[in-house]
T-cell receptor, first 113, second 112 residues
Framework: GGIITQTPKFLIGQEGQKLTLKCQQNFNHDTMYWYRQDSGKGLRLIYYSITENDLQKGDLSEGYDASREKKSSFSLTVTSAQKNEMAVFLC????????????FGSGTRLTVL | QQKVQQSPESLSVPEGGMASLNCTSSDRNFQYFWWYRQHSGEGPKALM?????GDKKEGRFTAHLNKASLHVSLHIRDSQPSDSALYFC????????????FGLGTTLQVQP
């Protein structure tokens, strides 16, 4: 089995700050994802990547950048944190990109003061 | 409008009972469905996928898909307190998991 490690677990930032979340997987999976989970709104896709150096926008990409420099890692940057923003950011991976099971990390909880 | 709608929002069943969760798509093109479960403080974990009409059973969990009515359900028999969690239905049109749409979830509480 493998594991997805997200760092940090908790992230507190200031309004307007640029914040970076990191994700590592040792499944050797090709595809990686970033989701945002807000209370009462389910999971919404921010970015995904089907291979190293590839980036695909999801429904919620505005205000975010992503980077996939290695197969095993996928980082997400909040370009300008919004005051009172609070959400959990979940990283996931899958073998491929078609009808595959997603494996999730335990999340980074973001609070913006 | 939410393309994948789940009901009920929350559900409480006694230990040993049957829990039934529902999911309906408003888009006729959705063909591939998954159920995920999320315990508090953890990421979601896949329970099962279903792509064909009919039932699919895995242990205490049975998923049922009716493509004509765009309805998928999850039934948990002999519910355990450890089944208490948030359950998500997710669907895609083409099977491309980059286009996976999640519902808002059903919170299941199993009472000991």
């Amino acid at each position: 089995g493998g594991i997805i490690t997200q760092t940090p677990k908790f992230l507190i930032g200031q309004e307007g700050q640029k914040l970076t979340l990191k994700c590592q997987q040792n499944f050797n999976h090709d595809t990686m994802y970033w989701y945002r989970q807000d209370s009462g709104k389910g999971l919404r896709l921010i970015y995904y990547s089907i291979t190293e150096n590839d980036l695909q926008k999801g429904d919620l990409s505005e205000g975010y950048d992503a980077s996939r420099e290695k197969k095993s890692s996928f980082s997400l940057t909040v370009t300008s944190a919004q005051k009172n923003e609070m959400a959990v950011f979940l990283c996931a991976s899958s073998i491929g990109q078609f009808a595959e099971t997603l494996y999730f990390g335990s999340g980074t909880r973001l609070t913006v003061l | 409008q939410q393309k994948v709608q789940q009901s009920p929002e929350s559900l409480s069943v006694p230990e040993g009972g049957m829990a039934s969760l529902n999911c309906t798509s408003s888009d006729r093109n959705f063909q591939y469905f998954w159920w995920y479960r999320q315990h508090s403080g953890e990421g979601p974990k896949a329970l099962m996928s279903i792509f064909s009409d009919g039932d699919k059973k895995e242990g205490r969990f049975t998923a049922h898909l009716n493509k004509a009515s765009l309805h998928v359900s999850l039934h948990i028999r002999d519910s355990q307190p450890s089944d208490s969690a948030l359950y998500f239905c997710a669907a895609t049109i083409t099977g491309n998991t980059g286009k996976l749409i999640f519902g808002l979830g059903t919170t299941l509480q199993v009472q000991p």
